[in-house]
């Protein structure tokens, strides 16, 4: 039990719960140690798998008060689409799946303890890893009194086979992977499905991805024949699919099944965690990926060099952000609104092939387009003097040829 909460302290707490071995686990633990109320809250952010076995787990062991709501749309259009503009990577490869899906689920699970008039949330994130943070930051953003109950900090289940013997000893059930052994740790959502643990422990460890991958294929199982795509842009966010519209959900579903059926989106990476230490994962992500290069494709003819660059300068500090948590703090809030602002222009329309886990830009198109071909071509014009490229040469390598006279006379 945690030091300053007492369990006299708690009468209704309110679980973020997947219905998965963890949360159930500490379902019980709770209602154990705490001898109170529990309220399960499971969201539904497009994970791919039916979530009434959720509430059914729930109501077999007891639980009054379930709520399981699907927040597809919000997910999509109030943190994924705001992340993707900032074309934010964390350590120049991860897509941030697990990291955006923190801030929604802190922020309905205080909404629903202020309903349900509980005194406290409780998380299954281990003591070892990000998510902890990223939910506490966001519970103490949305309710800055609200007492958190964190059981991997407190329990003395330390470990994959006592949590199996505790949920044996409890008669919950514990679920097995495709060869019948418990399974890799995994987080989904409409993003991407993450797997860590077992082998993936050992970073030389080549994976095994007939085992893993649930949302795409391997590149060497894609189609040899490649997917001919478009996308359309409005103010920096998808709006259609081969010209048609689709909600913001739908399209990313859209496009996890065509990316994902072409073996796109499968990243192998050794990760920094904000806790310190280092962690091996194996995250698909095919939608977002071919979002990715759709949106940089976009970008290319749409904003200027200047704001180009500084939207780059500013993403590996808005990834890091995101990653650690801060969704909530005014730091991203006010790097989103210059981002937004630089996304007011980004329409249009790029053109894909998607081959064998690779997304090859084949066209781009705007209204709003920069890219002049009277300046450009290299056949003859009439509005770009190349004799004015020798001035600005000379300004330019001034300092450097002041420079190179001091190093020389030295």
Known sequence: ????????????????????????????????TYRCEVVTFTADLGQGEELEPARKKAEMMGIKQIFIEDLREEFVRDYVFPMFRANALYEGAYLLGTSIARPLIAKRQIEIA????????????????????????GYYANNPDIKIIAPWREWDLTSRSRLIEYAEKNQIPVPKDKRGEAPFSQDANLLHISSEGKVLEDPWAEPDYDLILSRMVTPMAAPDTPTEITIDFDKGDPVAVNGEALSPATLLAKLNALG?????????????????????????????????????AIESITLDRGA?????????????????????APEREMLQAAIDAASAPV?????????????????RKSPNSIYNEAVVTFEEDSVYDQHDAEGFIRLNALRLRLLGKVRKGA
């Not at 993403?315 to 995101?322: F, G, L, N, R, T």
Request: aromatic share 8%.
């Open 1 to 32: 039990m945690s030091a300053d909460i007492k369990s006299a302290d708690i009468k209704k707490v309110v679980l973020a719960y997947s219905g998965g071995l963890d949360t159930s686990i500490i379902l019980k633990w709770l209602r154990d």
């Open 114 to 137: 202020r309903e349900v008039g509980a005194d406290a949330v409780a998380h299954g994130a281990t003591g070892k890893g990000n998510d902890q943070v990223r939910f506490e930051l």
């Open 260 to 296: 994902g059926a072409n073996g796109i989106g499968c990243i192998d990476i050794v990760e920094n965690r904000f806790v310190g230490m280092k962690s091996r994962g194996v995250y698909e992500t095919p939608g977002g990926t071919v979002l990715q290069h759709a949106r940089r």
């Open 308 to 328: 180009a660059h500084q939207k780059d300068a500013l993403m590996p500090q808005y990834a890091e952000m995101v990653y650690n948590g801060f969704w909530f």
């Open 347 to 363: 329409c249009g329309t790029v053109r894909m092939k998607l081959y064998k886990g690779n997304v090859i830009i084949t066209g």
